[in-house]
Structure formats: C-alpha cells, structure tokens
C-alpha cells in the first residue's frame, strides 16, 4: 500500500513553491475577500461551497480550515457555530481574516491563527479537529506535496473526522478559459493538459501556478491516503460563462432558487463532475488504511 501511494505521488512533478504562493496570496490582498461575491457566477459557487459546509458542519465542531485567507469562509463557519482554528500560508492573508473578523462579527468562533505550511502542520496534535475544510484550492498549490498533505489532514483528524476540499478542475478550466486556450501553442495546451500542471514548465511566462485535477485523479489520491470519498461533486457546472443573464435572474428571486437548485443537482451527475471550475470532495477518515 504504502508503494502505491510513493508512485500516485510521483505522478505529478516537482513544481511547489510555498514562498511563491505566500508571495501572491500577499499580493493578492482584499480581492481574496471579494473573489466570490464580484460577479454571479461567483455567488453560485459560494452557494455550492456553503451547501456543503451546511450539510456537514454541526455547531460546536472544532474545525480547523486550511487556506482559510480573508475569511469568506470562516465567516459561514463560525455562522454555523464551529469552533474554527484558522490557518494560512499567507500572513497578508492572515491579516485579512483577523480584519474582516472584527468588521463582520465572527471573531467570536475563531479559536487560533496558524501561519502555517499544510504539508507541515507539526504544531498541531494528533487527533485535534472533528473537521478539516480545505476549501479554495490549497491542495491544488502543493503539486507533487499533495500527499505529504493529506498525511498531515488525516493525522490532525479525530478518528471519525471528515475532510472538505475543493480543487481547480483541468476540465472545467478548459471549458472556462477556452478563448484564452485555443490562441497558445499546442505544446503549451498538450503539456498543460498532460500533466494538470499550470507553472513555469509547462506555461513560461503564466501568473498563476496550480495543479488541476480531473475528479478521477482526485479521488484515487484521497483513498490512496485512507480517506473514504462520501461526496464528489463540481461547482459551476451550469453557470459557468452566463454572468450577464445570471444578472438578470439574480434580481427574480424565484428564478435565481431555481438556478442554485439546478446547479447543485447537476453538479453531482457523474456526467458533469469534471466540469465545474472547481471539485469538491467530502471525505472521512479511515483509520484501517492508515
């Protein structure tokens, strides 16, 4: 077992930078927080993500939420009355969270700030959180350390704790960013497409470095590492690209229900888990894989 999971990890190249990210995500600043509430389409994905927070987190929880940034997320977290330990690579990030905190009123649910790598979360004991949200795309920025990560997810976990991730989708980004993809070189596309890899080698010149999984990849990585899949599902299936008539049916409140209802029920079609721009896994820990 333990073979499988050395080839499944060599299977992506050696492309993270922990100071590179901790660089952007400074840089990135307060559009971290308005990220998911600038455009429509954006709000539908904050309603996926969200769903699912609501499904599985129960008040009193200890949550500890990796690549917890500004707090978009923390916010719902502690809304839904965990006990949140928030943890980032970012200290700008980290700042940001502490600031909206105070301004929206939800540092009364925040137990901790980490600044921390999720490959090494060292300074947390074993068996600490009854959830571990990783939502935003973390493990899609740790490349080939993605299964150092998820030893250290499955090692802060109570024994019956649940994981929460969302990833960048390779499929769902094509979809996406079409326009943009089909005016680079085919060697750039092939190289791109081959490996999930968005980084200097495979795209010289790109701002932005992550990995993109296709949802298959996704789930044999996380059962590799002894978390049981409870959930895969896309976000963004639908409405992805309709920002403008999105708009429009944002003002009939019966109409945007409607959307959001179809989007989560498309979304978790096995015909349409790939093409979301984003993947979300809800997982539990299996200690007998361990």
């Known amino acids: ?165 969302s990833v960048m989708s390779l499929w769902g980004a094509v979809h996406k960013y079409l326009d943009g993809i089909i005016s680079l070189p085919v060697e750039v596309n092939r190289a791109i497409i081959g490996s999930g890899d968005l980084c200097p080698a495979t795209y010289p010149g790109n701002n932005h470095h992550c990995h993109m999984y296709r949802a298959k990849e996704l789930e044999e990585l996380l059962t590799s590492h002894g978390l049981m899949v409870l959930e895969m599902t896309a976000c963004n299936c639908l409405s992805t690209l309709w920002n403008e008539k999105l708009a429009e049916a944002r003002k009939i409140p019966e109409q945007w229900n409607q959307i959001l209802e179809f989007e989560l029920q498309a979304c978790r079609e096995p015909g349409c888990v790939d093409m979301g721009t984003h993947t979300i896994a809800v997982t539990k820990k299996e200690n007998h894989h361990a």
Not at 33 to 39: A, K, Q, T, V
Not at 43 to 58: A, N, S, T
Not at 121 to 142: K, N, Q, R
């Open 1 to 165: 077992m333990d073979q499988d999971k050395n080839e499944r990890d060599k299977k992506m190249t050696s492309h993270y930078d922990a100071q590179w990210v901790e660089t952007f995500y400074d840089e990135y600043g307060e559009k971290e927080w308005n990220r998911l509430i600038r455009e429509p389409e954006e709000e539908v994905k904050l309603h996926v993500h969200r769903y699912y927070l609501e499904k599985y987190i129960q008040p009193g929880l200890h949550v500890l939420e990796i690549g917890a940034a500004a707090g978009r997320f923390t916010r719902i977290l502690v809304e839904l009355g965990a006990r949140v330990t928030v943890a980032d690579l970012s200290s700008g990030q980290l700042d940001l969270n502490r600031k909206y905190a105070a301004e929206y009123g939800f540092e009364h649910g925040v137990e901790d700030r980490l600044h921390l790598d999720m490959c090494d979360m060292s300074v947390i004991e074993a068996d600490s959180f009854d959830v571990v949200v990783c939502y935003g795309g973390p493990l899609s920025y740790v490349f080939d350390k993605a299964g150092d990560a998820l030893r250290e997810i499955k090692r802060v976990l109570k024994p019956v704790g649940v994981a929460m991730f």
